[in-house]
């Protein structure tokens, strides 16, 4: 099986940096993968790891250590449009097609000037 | 727009009924996933089809079905509703080999 932890709330100013963090244990790991979700709306694609390290894309990075099974989303320049919640989802090794992931509870972060 | 079509995008009903839930995946991908999200709670996987034949299972009630058409739309099948099965039902795809998965801007059931 997997579990996933991430905290339920997390609160920061506009134009500051913000790091959610997300610990998993699952019992074959083949990638993590963080998604954005605004209230009532789908989830978003964010960022992909799966080797140890940091991925950069514009204002949000994602860093993974497999040994540590944890990984943290970095927001900087905080936009009040980030207000969301932030999901980490772990992929697990599958039999042929077989691919889904295992989403955790997300991360609501709120953005306040 | 992720490419993902669901529909209905809000559907209300009462205890004991019987909805269907449709979703059209992005052009190319074979592969269809449906989760649940209720209020407040994380995406619970349901169920996964690839090219018509099912693939995963997750924590699907007995009272819920799927299946996947030759032309890859899906439909998920909610039986003998329950206050309880009030939730956002979310489809997504993607192709093989491919992480990410596309959601659909999903179906909002409520049932009284």
């Known amino acids: 099986g997997q579990n996933i932890d991430q905290p339920t709330e997390m609160t920061a100013t506009e134009g500051a940096i913000v790091q959610i963090n997300c610990t998993y244990q699952?019992?074959?790991?083949?990638?993590l993968f963080w998604y954005q979700q605004h209230a009532g709306e789908a989830p978003t694609f964010l960022s992909y790891?799966?080797?140890?390290g940091l991925e950069e894309k514009g204002r949000f990075s994602s860093f993974l250590s497999r040994s540590k099974g944890y990984s943290y989303l970095l927001l900087k320049e905080l936009q009040m449009k980030d207000s969301a919640s932030y999901l980490c989802?772990?992929?697990?090794?599958?039999?042929?097609?077989?691919?889904?992931?295992?989403f955790g509870t997300g991360t609501r972060l709120q953005v306040t000037l | 727009d992720s490419g993902v079509t669901q529909t209905p995008k809000h559907l209300i009903t009462a205890t004991g009924q019987r909805v269907t839930l449709r979703c059209s995946p992005r052009?190319?991908?074979?592969?269809v996933y449906w989760y649940q999200q209720s209020l407040d709670q994380g995406l619970q996987f349901l169920i996964q089809y690839y090219n018509g034949e099912e693939r995963a299972k997750g924590n699907i009630l007995e009272r819920f079905s799927a299946q996947q058409f030759p032309d890859l739309h899906s439909e998920l099948n909610l039986s003998s509703l329950e206050l309880g099965d009030s939730a956002l039902y979310f489809c997504a795809s993607n192709s093989v080999g491919a992480g990410e998965l596309f959601f659909g801007e999903g179906s909002r059931l409520t049932v009284l």
């Open positions: 790891n799966v080797l140890d």
């Open positions: 699952t019992s074959g790991f083949n990638g």
């Open positions: 052009s190319g991908d074979l592969s």
């Open positions: 989802a772990v992929r697990a090794l599958g039999t042929g097609t077989a691919s889904k992931l295992t």
